[in-house]
């Protein structure tokens, strides 16, 4: 399905992309087909859409205008054969592991995901015989140690959450073959504009595009976007029947937000990779992990996999769990809040907020120390970011180790 704007820059193609479908009256902007249903002109017709000879909407479930615009944008910016838009960034995960995984089955996974990813696994899909094993993926030799004859999917998540670690994709490609398993990539730290994954051999991707894509902090919205049209058609199949779907209104908000997703990905990334060198230098703070910085261990794989380091850092601070709540708890321009990727900047603290649901043994395992901040940085003026991190680290009183 190239669009005619397929070999443009994704610059461009966030602009662009999705609007292929010739809108009537000319409408620059994607409209709203607010209609749960879409009549046929004749009983032959009506067949054929079911039958799948005629490929017009039936039923916003099965398909809808503005959401399939939305689809195509961001399976164009991925590169894969096709998207499937879902209500959340957790609609297109579990459809993910339903449609492919079975009792017996097992997976591995990258230690430090997205808490609620790995929950799913271990606690919910576990009650239906599917395994899970979480390890730091960043190592390969992990990765290879954890296969089994019944391992059918590694789930990677790069840069993963919240440690900021980074997974080799070319050599997960490679063990996934080898063993006949799905490399499922999350992609929601990176975004399409700093990695495709597809295009290094991955076979699915998931987004939330609550996060970075839709930009605001205003939708929660998800994505699959699978590389080939078997996956493809399965994922469909199993997703219209769990109806995680998403609706013609939050596709548009989305739609918007993509829009502008360029230059605000690239003045945060600009404000992360500044903030960063400016945390690393400060007497306060015991480690920063950012892949822009020279320290981090899987910088190398910045240049191979990846148009960028991204916007997101984790830092300690010196006093470890107590003053780490300080800092939080003194920073003004900062917002104190879960989530990511909108404009504003973003401060929590995982270890008791988004992973707080991880046992403290396993958490200590994957790198998600106590003192450990995450920063969501955003689009301000840097200046003022520096300043209150600065203020709030002086506030904090974070005893210092120079
Ligand atoms: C937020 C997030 C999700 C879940 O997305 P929702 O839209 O909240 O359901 C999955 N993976 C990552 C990396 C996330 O940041």
Known sequence: MASKKSSARPETQVIHAGLD?????????????????????????????FSGLDTGYKYTRLGNPTVRALERAVCALEEGFRGLATATGMAAISTVFLTFLRSGDHVIGTDAVYGPTRLLLEKQLAKFGIESSWVPTEDLT??????????????????????IKLTDLEGCVELARDCQALLVVDNTFATPLLQKPICFGADI?????TKFVNGHSDVVAGMIVAARKKLHDRLASMLHGLGGTMDPH???????????MA???????????????????????????????PSHPQHHLVWRQMEGPGAMVSFGVHGGLRTAKS????????????????????????????????????????GIRDDLIRIAVGCEAYEDLQADLETALAEAAVPTHA
């Open 21 to 49: 479908e010739a809108p009537e009256y000319g409408a620059v902007s994607v409209p709203i087909y607010q209609s749960a249903t879409f009549s046929f002109r004749s009983a032959d017709e009506g067949a054929s859409r």
């Open 142 to 163: 992990a990765v290879r140690e954890a296969l089994r004859p019944e391992t059918r999917m590694l789930f990677v998540e790069t840069p993963a959450n919240p440690t």
């Open 205 to 209: 991707v998931v987004h939330s595009l």
């Open 250 to 260: 939050q596709a548009w908000l989305v739609l918007r937000g993509l829009r502008t």
């Open 263 to 293: 230059l605000r990905v690239e003045r945060a990334q600009e404000n992360a990779q500044r903030l960063a060198a400016f945390l690393e230098t400060h007497p306060g703070v015991s480690w920063v992990s950012y892949p822009g910085l």
């Open 327 to 366: 800092v939080i708890d003194a920073v003004r321009v900062a917002t104190l809040a879960v989530s990511l990727g909108g404009v504003e900047t973003l401060i929590e603290h995982p270890a008791s907020m988004t992973h707080a649901g991880i046992s403290g043994a396993e958490r200590q395992k994957a």
